[in-house]
């Protein structure tokens, strides 16, 4: 079954302590992005990703580090959390947008609720 | 950069009732629009989306949209509503830009549709 999956769905940290929620998709995706959703304000796009080792930041990057080491696997990364990061986190895969047009749409993974106090 | 503008924060209709929900969108060359449905507690899953040709595109689930480039609206509809329909709807613009080899997909605030029984 194609689908993008991310792991934890839920979790509830401490300020300042290290995580990192991974997405992986299995439809051999070039282009995959992390967005937050907040009440009021929608889904804002963190990071994004073209391609393998090709990461570029996105609307609201701050306090988020991102990798793509592999085509499949786009880790998002919190190397000191902060109350206003508690949010739900989603991944989204996509073919190649080019520019020749954004056309592909984006497949979404469940999305992780995450809880800083 | 693009925007996307969803004016209703909260629509209520009755079971059986037509329902439009609006989208304005500020784009200086053709977007590419889409409507996503969010159910409580689950992932954005695509509705229907638009590249270029009829205005009017079909989705999934009975929903229908119509391009307007004069209104720049993409607004979604769907003449008779069903209580499982009840979720957050979301629609958004994406963009490719050349050279910089960039993408950004960029989303309103959404719609929350309530449905009376």
């Known amino acids: 079954e194609a689908q993008v999956t991310q792991n934890p769905r839920y979790l509830i940290t401490v300020t300042g302590k290290k995580l990192t929620v991974t997405c992986s998709q299995n439809?051999?995706?070039?282009?995959m992005s992390w967005y937050r959703q907040d009440p009021g304000l929608g889904l804002r796009q963190i990071y994004y990703s073209m391609n393998v080792e090709v990461t570029d930041k996105g609307d609201v990057p701050e306090g988020y580090k991102v990798s793509r080491k592999e085509k499949r696997n786009f880790p998002l990364i919190l190397e000191s959390p902060s109350p206003n990061q508690t949010s739900l986190y989603f991944c989204a895969s996509s073919f190649r947008p080019s520019s020749a047009g954004a056309r592909y749409e984006q497949y979404f993974g469940p999305g992780t609720r995450l809880t800083v106090t | 950069a693009q925007s996307v503008t969803q004016p209703d924060i909260h629509i209520t209709v009755s079971e059986g009732a037509s329902l439009e929900l609006r989208c304005n969108y500020s784009?200086?060359?053709?977007?590419?629009l889409f409507w996503y449905v969010q159910s409580p507690g689950q992932g954005l899953q695509l509705l229907l989306k638009?590249?270029?040709?009829?205005?009017l595109v079909q989705g999934i689930k009975g929903f229908e949209a119509e391009f307007k480039r004069s209104q720049s609206s993409f607004n979604l509809r769907k003449p008779s509503v069903h209580w499982s329909d009840a979720a957050e709807y979301f629609c958004a613009v994406a963009a490719a830009y050349s050279g910089a080899g960039s993408y950004q997909l960029t989303f309103g605030k959404g719609t929350k549709l309530s449905v009376i029984p």
């Open positions: 638009y590249f270029s040709g009829d205005t």
């Open positions: 439809m051999n995706h070039e282009y």
């Open positions: 784009y200086g060359a053709t977007p590419y």
